[in-house]
């Protein structure tokens, strides 16, 4: 069992940035392929990054692309989500995942990771 809270939102100007914590405790935390994923009121849960157990391989979705940044410390047991140049759609709970599955590879889907963190909640102002 492994357990995912977050950490690092608020409320942010568009053209802001913000760094998001996802702290894992439990079972060994270096062996799972992480995830950030948000959820916008009124919208399903959107993938927006993803690491491999190592940190040498990443993943984005395109509207992020170029603006966000995962990046994980296993010797810390965390993952980081870098936000830079936040625009307002940008806003929603942003939630971090691991999964069980291979970790020689990346997952984008959600019903591909096991265990989900409480989210944290990011707003951006116009």
């Known amino acids: 069992q492994v357990q995912l809270v977050e950490s690092g939102g608020g409320l942010v100007q568009a053209g802001g940035s913000l760094r998001l914590s996802c702290a894992a405790s439990?079972?060994?935390?270096?062996?799972?392929?992480m995830g950030w994923f948000r959820q916008a009121p009124g919208k399903e849960r959107e993938f927006v990054a993803a690491i491999s157990w190592s940190g040498v391989n990443t993943y984005y979705a395109d509207s992020v692309k170029g603006r966000f940044t995962i990046s994980r410390d296993n010797a810390k047991n965390t993952v980081y989500l870098q936000m830079n140049s936040l625009k307002p759609e940008d806003a929603a709970v942003y939630y971090c995942?691991?999964?069980?599955?291979?970790?020689?590879?990346?997952?984008?889907?959600?019903?591909?990771?096991?265990?989900w963190g409480q989210g944290t909640q990011v707003t951006v102002s116009s």
């Open positions: 995942a691991a999964t069980d599955r291979f970790s020689g590879r990346l997952y984008y889907r959600s019903y591909e990771y096991h265990y």
């Open positions: 439990g079972r060994t935390f270096s062996s799972y392929p």
